[in-house]
């Protein structure tokens, strides 16, 4: 069956260093991925997708990488900062742009 | 980009009720989801609501125990139905713009 893995310990990172959350899959053959920020009791936010032919996007502070060999996605904060302390999660998308399914996300936690 | 509101926020149900969860989008839009998220778990699609058409259930989930409406192209209802305990959860609306997913701030159910 498909299956979305993240990082499931917490992640704790000293305020300016990167971050780095990793999304592996498999049995599965995504046209996008999308990386989402959830802050406690709110929806998650959208934050970047990048489809099966690039292999890095960037935005911001943000940057994803994605890799169909090795089915896994990187997610980086440089610079991070207190405000970036959330829950991330990343989803996989199919080319007919139906379905989303959600991994179970990492909470991250930036320390001043 | 969308913006979604919800009602109820929050409710405290005794076992064997139904509540109904209604979802508002400020503009127009074909593809309409719910999912629920368990607490520290990622998210589950339910159904997908497109309007003027039968929702689609994913596996696991049926019309009878989550009746949903869609009447048009800015509202939907989710129905939980004679709930028990494990429908404690927490139910989020969903919609999609061109490759971007926009999530309402859910609503926190718990049934008793």
């Known amino acids: 069956s498909q299956k979305i893995e993240q990082n499931s310990e917490a992640l704790n990172i000293q305020e300016g260093k990167t971050a780095t959350l990793t999304c592996n899959y498999t049995n599965y053959s995504p046209a996008y991925l999308q990386w989402y920020r959830q802050d406690p009791g709110r929806g998650p936010v959208f934050l970047l997708l990048?489809?099966?032919?690039?292999k890095e996007k960037r935005k911001e502070r943000l940057k994803v990488t994605f890799d169909t060999t090795l089915k896994q996605s990187l997610f980086h904060i440089t610079a991070s900062q207190p405000a970036d302390s959330a829950t991330y999660l990343c989803?996989?998308?199919?080319?007919?742009?139906?379905?989303?399914?959600f991994g179970s996300g990492t909470r991250l936690s930036i320390r001043p | 980009s969308a913006v979604i509101s919800q009602k109820p926020s929050r409710d405290i149900c005794q076992r064997g009720t139904s509540l109904t969860i209604q979802c508002q989008v400020d503009?127009?839009?074909?593809?309409m989801f719910w999912y629920r998220q368990q607490p520290g778990q990622s998210l589950t699609l339910i159904a997908t609501?497109?309007?003027?058409?039968?929702?689609?259930?994913e596996s696991g989930f049926v019309i009878d125990k989550f009746p949903i409406s869609r009447p048009n192209l800015t509202f939907s209802t989710l129905t939980v139905s004679n709930m028990s305990p494990e429908d404690s959860s927490i139910y989020l609306c969903?919609?999609?713009?061109?490759?971007?997913?926009?999530f309402g701030p859910g609503t926190r159910l718990t049934v008793l």
């Open positions: 989803a996989l998308e199919n080319s007919s742009a139906s379905k989303i399914i």
């Open positions: 990048i489809r099966e032919n690039e």
């Open positions: 609501a497109n309007q003027g058409s039968e929702a689609t259930y």
């Open positions: 969903s919609v999609r713009t061109l490759l971007e997913q926009f």
């Open positions: 503009s127009q839009v074909t593809m």
